[in-house]
């Protein structure tokens, strides 16, 4: 019997802090305001959230800080700008992204490199038995094959729980390159998974 | 009854939309869809276990960086970037920066407020009756500032704490004489981010 997911996970137009969108928006108005204490409310609701997003879209620690600090502070300078067309997260994570990208481009890594399926794969191959720590550190190095553009998509889909409309706002592309880029990840990664077989397509 | 899962592009959508299903983030429509695809199509079913395996692999929280810390970098690149404005403006900000010059105008008159506003009925909240003085200045210590630092401050300054922390962390205290001089002073001490005069050539 096919299990199906939870349909309450995550009530629409809540964010995983808990705060509604609707709150959050108002906070954007507030220090759009100039007040002090909704940004650090803000910037405390988000420091963890980015803080991961960028570590893991970059897989660069040392650029985390500052890429998390600029972002932010582009909400606080720019807050006047956000315009409630998008939720508050969606605004917030692609400045992010487009500073990650920036700063990736500047380090001349490919960021958004579509051919990174092409190289070969990583790690032990599907038919070795491996323990959860080879896997993940299996999982890491072929994370780190990806690129930069669908490692985010990883992150936003998996861990942030982005639906892919909301991801490809982030990204700026159309929904079907935030598919494509999916897949492309999902069948390097879910290769390394016990029990996995061969690409079906 | 139409056999979906035969439809090879019926594959390629409902595996391209898993991911999603996976974390509940598609519309119902969507979801009817794989829904009805995943129960008649095995081979689906089977990456659907891959794709919660693979969930349960990327949906791990990990250690975050130092809020505080960062909120205290933040803070000063905030208020570098207030005082830069307030240098270089001079007579005639741009418009650039009027609105933060506004801003911490308005912060200052609502910190004033809410300092002031306990002070109509404080003595209530003051247990120590006659022995506290009213306070005639106010005190921001930076968050990394430590208890020993923020002692210094006081006895440096001959000052007397008589209310706070505020929720902007700030400090009422009671200055024996609360003038430029000894407000230099107290700004000049280790942990200090502020130190005004309730009024100006306040004294007690």
């Known amino acids: 019997m096919t299990r199906l997911p939870d349909r309450n996970e995550k009530p629409a137009g809540t964010a995983p802090h808990g705060l509604s969108d609707s709150d959050e928006a108002r906070l954007i108005a507030r220090t759009a305001g100039g007040e002090l204490r909704a940004f650090e409310l803000l910037y405390r609701l988000y420091h963890p959230r980015l803080t991961r997003f960028l570590q893991r879209m970059t897989r660069r620690p040392a650029l985390v800080d500052e890429l998390l600090d600029d972002t932010l502070l582009v909400v606080w300078r720019r807050a006047d700008s956000f315009n409630g067309r998008s939720k508050v997260s969606t605004w917030i994570f692609a400045i992010a992204y487009r500073k990650a990208l920036k700063a990736l481009q500047q380090l001349d890594e490919p960021a958004d490199d579509e051919g990174a399926d092409e190289r070969p794969e990583p790690g032990p191959g599907p038919e070795q038995r491996i323990d959860q720590w080879q896997l993940r550190a299996a999982l890491q190095r072929a994370l780190d094959q990806l690129s930069a553009a669908q490692r985010a998509v990883v992150d936003l889909a998996y861990y942030h729980g982005m639906g892919y409309r909301e991801i490809a706002e982030i990204a700026d592309c159309p929904v079907d390159t935030v598919k494509t880029r999916m897949f492309y990840a999902r069948r390097r990664l879910k290769a390394l998974l016990p029990g996995a077989k061969e690409d079906w397509l | 009854m139409t056999v979906v899962h035969l439809d090879p592009e019926g594959h390629a959508k409902v595996q391209a939309l898993l991911p999603w299903f996976v974390t509940g983030r598609l519309d119902a429509t969507e979801r ?170 306040a004294a007690p």
């Open chain 2, 32 to 201: 009817a869809e794989v829904e009805a695809h995943l129960a008649g199509c095995p081979r689906c079913r089977a990456e659907l276990a891959l794709e919660r395996q693979l969930h349960a692999t990327q949906s791990v929280p990990e250690p975050g960086g130092d809020v505080d810390r960062g909120w205290a970098s933040m803070r000063r690149r905030i208020d570098a970037g207030a005082l830069a404005a307030r240098r270089s403006a001079g007579p005639g900000p741009s418009a650039g920066w009027r609105w933060a010059l506004a801003v911490q105008f308005a912060m200052i008159v609502l910190l004033a407020a809410a300092l002031l506003l306990p002070r109509l009925d404080g003595e209530r909240y003051r247990g120590l009756g006659a022995a506290v003085a009213p306070a005639n200045a106010v005190v921001m210590f930076s968050p990394d500032a430590t208890e020993a630092q923020m002692r210094a401050a006081l006895r440096e300054s001959d000052a007397r704490l008589v209310g706070g922390p505020t929720v902007a962390h700030a400090y009422l205290l009671a200055l024996p004489v609360a003038d430029d001089a000894t407000l230099a002073r107290l700004r000049e001490q280790p942990g200090v981010t502020l130190a005004e005069a309730l009024r100006a050539g």
